[in-house]
């Protein structure tokens, strides 16, 4: 990546946030020391990729701090205790569905079904998991491998509108859950670890919407 | 606190005080020292890229709106008073940052100029851009600065407010139109904007302060005085214009608006100044030396005004108008408003205690009455209460600031009866709101003597026939 006085290509600029859905998504997995070691060199390669320059690296620092303070299993237990158990009515169910509190029936399966569609509009297939299509881990790792697929793109002289519009798509649906969702864990969240992460993911995901915004601009009109 | 200052300024002549460490050309190459947990810049040059002096602190682990940057290029730089002064209210201001959140930065980028920049971006930069804290009205209906917003930004819906950060230019109208002061700018805030202007007077024995826009280039004053940058000079209020006389200032001046994005801004600032200075002759003081259009070589003797509350803040325009005690002053730049209601129109329906997002207006449900008070302390003149009366002409707000009403304080405006459940006792409603539901539904008089005759709670209980 170009120094921060200077440009930085669309494709790199597309692959930095791809590494940052990334590691926002292996932060929400379940911890282990291979989720660790992931995170801490996702983190150190998007510094070297010239993170500082935005407006939501100190939240990632800040998470990363709190990550390296921490103890690992007091996180695994709190990852358990907000995400899983709600136990102590620790409930924030990483869940877009869930956190909205839709209960009509067939809702679930709306939220479920939209990031489903887009996968396979965006010819992405879903594997088997215990993670329900709108889970976040599943809508981060989507949102990553459409800014790969952008990257690739702009790499090969595209202009990445295609996979900006539907970032734009996916982006709209983090921003209607992710920070209320951040405000719960937030609040109830023990170790400050998933409390920081949400608040990171939530900062990032305010920045896309407004960078997707502008990047869609400079892209100008549909490819034909 | 460490500063880096940039070596085109002669130095050695002048000594401002401060630990001070001088880098070649930094203002070509702006470095951030690694050893400081606190660190200021003075700058010379007019064109050095801040953006990607912003981006070097980020990286470095700074909040660039917490670091001072001092630019000379309005400064006598052979004065140490002055640049003293310019160093010390900058400091002063960045001390009073109370940080920001991801809501306010918004990125923005330059336009795409060829058909291959788009391969291409320059470095991600960021502007400040204000938005509402808690304390919003926007759950009980107040929309004062979607009104306010000349950009389209900012919308109401279902109770809260969205802004489209994008559209934002920043311009600062929102703050201003905010009465609960719920619209923050976090580099603008009425706490630095008064040690700023404090500082100043802390290093300068007489001063004048030219308000002039941050977005535009600022020309450089004549001695004595001292630009103070607002987001733009069209969001500025009559008591902001008199806020630095209160702060020690012997003069004020408004620049004219130098970003030419606001069409209506200076329009604006010349009708803020014009009620400040009516403010003043109607206190009994001479305007003129006090506020003038153009600062001057000679700078009159400073206001002894003292305000209770910071100028700037929630609450300055009353303790503006409390400090200076003149006759009612009227206009549609007043910063304070008087609201008055027909007791003949008025149904005591509440919509406009309901809506008063700074509770000027409140309802008081006492023995058998339903007052409706006011507080002319609290009222900016928004006008909230009058867009939501569902009565036309019951509820008039005029802009005017009256030390005695002020001095009078809370009233009660209308008063009306309240009319006694049939079945419990507890209210129902005023009267006058049943009788103009009986207007409505005078031929279906089963529902009607229900809805008028026993409360909310009991309705849903009793039957009354």
């Not at chain 2, 049943?434 to 005078?442: E, F, T």
Request: charged share 20%; glycine share 8%; net charge negative.
């Amino acid at each position: 990546m170009s120094d921060m006085r200077g440009t930085l290509t669309g494709s790199d600029l597309a692959r930095m946030r791809q590494g940052c859905y990334r590691v926002l998504a292996a932060g929400f997995s379940r911890p282990s020391q291979l989720q660790a070691e992931q995170i801490q060199t996702g983190l150190a390669l998007l510094e070297d990729l010239g993170l500082g320059m935005f407006s939501f690296t100190a939240s990632l620092r800040r998470w990363d701090s709190a990550l390296a303070d921490a103890a690992p299993a007091a996180v695994a237990g709190e990852y358990v205790r907000l995400f899983g158990s709600g136990m102590d009515g620790a409930v924030c169910p990483p869940i877009e569905s869930q956190q909205l509190g839709v209960n009509l029936v067939g809702d679930a399966a709306r939220h479920a079904g939209r990031i489903e569609d887009l996968m396979r509009r965006a010819g992405f297939e879903t594997q088997l998991d215990d993670r329900p299509p709108d889970h976040i881990v599943v809508e981060l790792e989507l949102a990553s491998a459409l800014c790969a697929a952008e990257a690739k793109g702009r790499a090969d002289g595209e202009t990445g509108r295609e996979w900006l519009e539907r970032q734009m798509e996916l982006i709209a649906v983090l921003g209607f859950w992710v920070p209320s969702f951040s405000i719960t864990v937030g609040e109830r969240d023990r170790t400050g670890v998933y409390a920081a992460l949400c608040e990171a993911t939530a900062a990032f995901v305010l920045h896309e919407n407004d960078l997707v915004r502008m990047l869609l601009e400079a892209a100008g009109e549909t490819e034909a | 606190m460490r500063w880096v200052a940039c070596s085109d300024i002669e130095w050695d002549d002048v000594d401002i005080g401060v630990d001070l460490a001088i880098h070649d050309g930094w203002c070509r190459d702006p470095s951030v020292p690694d050893d400081v947990d606190e660190v200021g810049f003075i700058g010379c040059f007019e064109d050095l890229d801040r953006a990607h002096l912003e981006r070097r602190l980020r990286s470095e682990g700074f909040d660039p709106l917490g670091v001072p940057v001092v630019l000379l290029t309005d400064v006598d730089r052979a004065s140490a008073t002055r640049v003293g002064a310019r160093v010390a209210s900058a400091a002063a201001r960045v001390a009073e940052y109370r940080g920001c959140g991801p809501e306010h930065l918004k990125p923005v980028m330059p336009a795409v100029v060829s058909r291959r920049s788009f391969l291409a971006f320059r470095s991600p930069a960021y502007r400040v851009v204000p938005y509402p804290d808690d304390s919003c009205g926007a759950a009980d209906g107040c929309r004062a600065c979607v009104a306010a917003c000349p950009h389209g930004a900012i919308d109401w819906s279902r109770g809260s407010i969205t802004q489209d950060r994008l559209s934002c230019a920043g311009c600062g109208r929102c703050v201003a139109a905010c009465p609960v002061a719920a619209m923050v700018n976090p580099s603008f805030t009425p706490e630095q904007l008064n040690a700023e202007i404090a500082a100043i007077g802390r290093e300068v024995d007489r001063f004048g302060v030219v308000l002039h826009c941050a977005r535009g280039t600022a020309q450089a004053p004549p001695v004595g005085w001292y630009n103070v940058a607002l987001p733009c000079v069209g969001m500025i209020l009559p008591h902001w214009v008199l806020a630095p006389l209160s702060l020690g200032a012997a003069a004020v001046s408004v620049s004219a608006c130098g970003c030419g994005k606001e069409p209506d801004a200076n329009e604006r600032s010349r009708s803020a100044v014009a009620f400040a200075r009516l403010w003043l002759t109607l206190s009994g003081i001479a305007a003129e030396p006090l506020i003038v259009d153009k600062p001057s070589d000679t700078l009159p003797t400073p206001l002894d005004l003292r305000v209770q509350a910071s100028a700037f803040g929630a609450g300055g325009a009353a303790a503006m108008a409390e400090a200076l005690a003149g006759e009612p002053v009227r206009g549609d730049a007043s910063p304070l408003g008087l609201v008055t209601i027909d007791d003949a129109t008025c149904t005591g329906c509440e919509m406009c205690a309901t809506v008063c997002p700074s509770d000027a207006l409140r309802s008081v449900p006492d023995d058998g009455v339903l007052r409706i008070e006011f507080d002319p302390a609290s009222c900016t003149a928004c006008g909230q209460c009058v867009d939501r009366c569902p009565e036309p002409g019951a509820l008039t707000l005029g802009g005017v600031v009256d030390a005695a009403a002020l001095e009078l304080g809370k009233r009660t405006v209308v008063t009306h009866q309240l009319v006694r459940c049939v079945k419990c006792g507890e209210s129902v409603a005023p009267a006058a709101a049943l009788d103009r539901v009986a207007a409505a539904l005078g031929d279906q008089p089963a529902i009607l003597k229900q809805i008028t005759s026993v409360c909310l709670d009991c309705r849903g209980t009793a039957m009354v026939f």
